[in-house]
């Protein structure tokens, strides 16, 4: 069964802090993208990754900052973490090639910033 | 102002309903895909349409691509409780990355 896995599903932090939010994938996809989903706004790109070592902004990439070391794992970072960074964190990955880009999704960390 | 207008915003009916749910653009894309949402999980691929007019079936599930690839479809029959969830339409403008509209809640009561 295949999977992308994100470390925690619930996190509480304060402002100011650095966050870092884990994503793992086990399909060997070279694509990998983490999204924020708000209410009524549905999902915006923050940032992606085609390979490893690489990245390329999304559409609200300002406050955020990724890491791509292993081919299996995309880290978002925040460096000081604000309330309006509260929000649903998705990572997904999609494999290379093809028409159309399928993208899997992990079950999502709900970030609550104080 | 969203790429893809998603309506109704939310969608309350009983089971045995039919609904449709609309995905618009001024804009045209080179596929339209609908994901699934349920509560405390990742969006789930539905299905991925590529060629205007298109019309594919996923049980009671019947999915329209428009003519002139600015527009999609998603009809249930017979709603069932375990349809329950956000519908996403997401389309890939032609060269650009995937962008989702803002969802449609459906709640199918028993």
């Known amino acids: 069964d295949v999977k992308v896995t994100q470390s925690s599903r619930y996190l509480v932090k304060r402002t100011g802090e650095k966050v870092f939010l884990e994503c793992v994938q086990d399909?060997?996809?070279?694509?990998m993208f983490w999204y924020r989903q708000d209410p009524g706004l549905g999902l915006r790109l923050i940032y992606f990754?085609?390979?490893?070592?690489?990245?390329e902004k999304g559409d609200i990439p300002e406050g955020y900052s990724v890491s791509r070391e292993k081919k299996e794992r995309f880290s978002l970072i925040l460096e000081s973490a604000s309330t309006n960074q509260t929000s649903m964190y998705l990572c997904?990955?999609?494999?290379?090639?093809?028409?159309?880009?399928?993208?899997?999704f992990g079950s999502g960390t709900q970030l609550s910033v104080l | 102002t969203q790429l893809l207008e998603q309506s109704p915003q939310f969608l309350s009916i009983q089971e045995g309903e039919n609904l449709t749910v609309y995905c618009n653009s001024s804009?045209?894309?080179?596929?339209l895909q609908w994901y699934r949402q349920e509560p405390g999980e990742g969006p789930v691929l539905l299905v991925t349409?590529?060629?205007?007019?298109e019309v594919k079936k996923l049980k009671r599930l019947t999915f329209q691509f428009g003519d002139a690839r600015k527009d999609s479809s998603l009809h249930i029959t017979a709603a069932q409780p375990g349809d329950t969830g956000l519908y996403l339409c997401?389309?890939?403008?032609?060269?650009?990355?995937?962008?989702f509209g803002a969802g449609t809640i459906l709640r199918v009561k028993s």
């Open positions: 997904a990955s999609s494999f290379e090639g093809g028409r159309v880009e399928k993208l899997f």
């Open positions: 399909m060997d996809h070279e694509n």
């Open positions: 990754s085609y390979d490893v070592k690489m990245k």
């Open positions: 804009s045209v894309f080179s596929s």
């Open positions: 349409v590529v060629t205007g007019g």
């Open positions: 997401a389309g890939a403008p032609y060269g650009n990355k995937l962008v």
